[in-house]
């Protein structure tokens, strides 16, 4: 059984910096996983949850909302099948729970789209005041 699971989620002030890890398990995953399109999605109170960024693990192409872009940037590292959020110069409306999310394949520009992922993690709190 594919899982994922977040951590590095907290409470900074603006303008502060977060790293989010997505770690991801599970005996079929890991022959697999070259071959997975690995995204941030987070969800603000009220909102829809929306993509930040994705990475495609097999060749680390990215993408990245325009929201974000210049501020956010996504990894991996394949040795320990871990894809990395790093989060610089945030925002109060930055704040919500992150979420990242697999699926078999390249990311391409329906990266975003919910549905097309299979396997989702249980989300960390990111809060940033003002």
């Known amino acids: 059984q594919v899982q994922l699971v977040e951590s590095g989620g907290g409470s900074v002030q603006t303008g502060g910096s977060l790293r989010l890890s997505c770690a991801a398990s599970?005996?079929?995953?890991?022959?697999?996983?070259?071959?997975?399109?690995v995204g941030w999605f987070r969800q603000a109170p009220g909102k829809e949850r929306e993509g930040v960024a994705s990475?495609?693990?097999?060749?680390?192409?990215?993408r990245y909302a325009d929201s974000v872009k210049g501020r956010f940037t996504i990894s991996r590292d394949n040795r320990k099948n871990t894809v990395y959020l790093q989060m610089n110069n945030l925002k109060p409306d930055d704040t919500a729970m992150y979420y990242c999310?697999?699926?078999?394949?390249?990311?391409?520009?329906?990266?975003?789209?919910?549905?097309?992922?299979?396997?989702w993690g249980q989300g960390t709190q990111v809060t940033v005041s003002s």
């Open positions: 999310a697999a699926k078999i394949g390249a990311c391409g520009v329906d990266w975003v789209i919910l549905n097309k992922y299979n396997t």
């Open positions: 599970g005996v079929t995953f890991q022959y697999t996983y070259n071959n997975n399109c």
């Open positions: 990475i495609y693990i097999g060749s680390g192409g990215t």
